[in-house]
């Protein structure tokens, strides 16, 4: 446990920062906007084509897929625009994103449990072995790739 001390505090603290911010209006720039989507839609291309090998994982991408375009368009109907400023601004709603940032830290811990209990004395991808790991890691890039 003193070993991954650390790495949970640096987490944590990544965490904190990225829900603080997404609480806070951003600036909208249309570049950055489309290269996180390509970017998104690209490595969840390469995951499923990669990584996904039995029913139960594809079971899983399919419900996490439908859940974060679920997410995501309700989180963009509740998102306000300013556009009366040079460069507009947006501002997420707190609650679905934290709602998505509470998934986040549940899909770490799920990870880190069922890796160990799998296998702990190896690396282990856990999108190959859990419905779980792949519903959550697909709604994320379902949810951000419809959000942006």
Same mark, same amino acid.
């Given at each position: 446990? *003193? @070993?991954?001390?650390?790495?949970?505090?640096?987490?944590?603290?990544?965490?904190? &920062? #990225?829900?603080?911010?997404?609480?806070?209006? @951003?600036?909208?720039?249309?570049?950055?906007?489309?290269?996180?989507?390509?970017?998104?839609?690209?490595?969840?291309?390469?995951?499923?084509?990669?990584?996904? #090998?039995?029913?139960?994982?594809?079971?899983?991408?399919?419900?996490? &897929?439908?859940?974060?375009?679920?997410?995501?368009?309700?989180?963009?109907?509740?998102? #306000? &625009?300013?556009?009366?400023?040079? %460069? %507009?601004?947006?501002?997420? *709603? %707190? /609650?679905?994103?934290?709602?998505?940032?509470?998934?986040?830290?549940?899909?770490?811990? /799920?990870?880190?449990?069922?890796?160990?209990?799998?296998?702990?004395?190896?690396?282990?991808?856990?999108?190959?072995?859990?419905?779980?790991?792949?519903?959550?890691?697909?709604? &994320?890039?379902? /949810?951000?790739?419809?959000?942006?």
């Amino acid at each position: 446990m *003193n @070993q991954l001390l650390p790495l949970i505090l640096i987490v944590v603290l990544v965490l904190g &920062f #990225r829900l603080r911010r997404m609480a806070a209006e @951003q600036t909208y720039r249309s570049a950055t906007v489309w290269a996180r989507v390509v970017m998104l839609s690209l490595v969840g291309l390469a995951v499923l084509v990669l990584e996904m #090998r039995s029913i139960a994982t594809l079971a899983g991408l399919g419900g996490g &897929f439908f859940v974060g375009l679920a997410l995501g368009g309700l989180s963009l109907s509740r998102t #306000r &625009f300013r556009t009366d400023t040079d %460069p %507009p601004r947006y501002q997420t *709603n %707190p /609650y679905i994103g934290a709602v998505v940032g509470g998934l986040f830290v549940v899909r770490i811990l /799920y990870d880190s449990i069922h890796i160990r209990a799998i296998a702990p004395s190896g690396p282990v991808n856990p999108l190959t072995y859990s419905w779980v790991a792949a519903f959550l890691y697909f709604l &994320f890039v379902t /949810y951000w790739s419809v959000y942006y």
